[in-house]
C-alpha cells in the first residue's frame, strides 16, 4: 500500500475505533495516538497538548519517549502552530526559530490544531519524527481530516 491508501485505510480504523466513545476523552486520544504512531514507521512521537489556562498547552496522551509538560503558547512548533491556528510541517527542525527540543532524537515535525464543534483551537496533535522531511503534504491533509473525525466524536 502506498501512503495514501494506508492513510484511507487508516481513518476508516480511526473512526471505528472511536465511535460511541464521546464520553472517554482520554481513551479515545489514547487509542488514536498508537493508531497514528504504530501504522507509520517514521513517527518517532505521537501525542497532544491541550490548552489550559490561556497561555499554555499541556501534555496529553501519547506514544513515545518522555515529552515536554507544558509548552507556551505561541512558542515552538507547537506552540506556534497552536496560536496561528494552522497546520505547520516542518523539514528540519533545527531551522525552526524557538524550537523546544523536547528530545533531541526529533528531526522534522508535523503538528495539526484540533478544534471543537465552535471552531475554537483547543489543542494540537504533535508528531516527531528521526528523520528530516518526514512530512508533506499528504500527510498534513489526512492528519488534519484525522483530526475532524476525532474532534466531531468527542467535541461535538
Known amino acids: 500500500m502506498n501512503k495514501k491508501e494506508t492513510y484511507e485505510?487508516?481513518?476508516?480504523?480511526?473512526?471505528?475505533?472511536?465511535?460511541?466513545?464521546s464520553d472517554n476523552e482520554i481513551?479515545?486520544?489514547?487509542?488514536?495516538?498508537?493508531a497514528l504512531h504504530y501504522t507509520f514507521d517514521t513517527f518517532f512521537w505521537t501525542g497532544f497538548y491541550f490548552l489550559r489556562g490561556e497561555k499554555t498547552l499541556k501534555l496529553g496522551p501519547f506514544q513515545g519517549t518522555t515529552a515536554c509538560f507544558n509548552i507556551p503558547v505561541g512558542k515552538g512548533v507547537c506552540g506556534t502552530a497552536f496560536a496561528k491556528n494552522q497546520t505547520l510541517v516542518i523539514a528540519d527542525v533545527e531551522e525552526f526559530p524557538g524550537h523546544i527540543a523536547c528530545s533531541s532524537l526529533s528531526r522534522s515535525e508535523?503538528?495539526?490544531p484540533i478544534h471543537?464543534?465552535?471552531?475554537?483551537?483547543i489543542g494540537v496533535l504533535d508528531i516527531d519524527s528521526k528523520e528530516?522531511?518526514?512530512?508533506?503534504?499528504?500527510?498534513?491533509?489526512?492528519?488534519?481530516?484525522?483530526?475532524?473525525?476525532?474532534?466531531?466524536?468527542?467535541?461535538?
Open 116 to 121: 471543537n464543534k465552535q471552531g475554537k483551537t
Open 110 to 112: 508535523i503538528v495539526v
Open 27 to 34: 481513551g479515545v486520544l489514547a487509542n488514536v495516538a498508537a
Open 9 to 21: 485505510l487508516l481513518l476508516k480504523q480511526i473512526a471505528a475505533l472511536i465511535e460511541g466513545e
Open 132 to 156: 528530516l522531511n518526514a512530512f508533506d503534504d499528504l500527510d498534513a491533509h489526512y492528519l488534519e481530516e484525522a483530526m475532524r473525525i476525532l474532534a466531531a466524536e468527542i467535541y461535538a
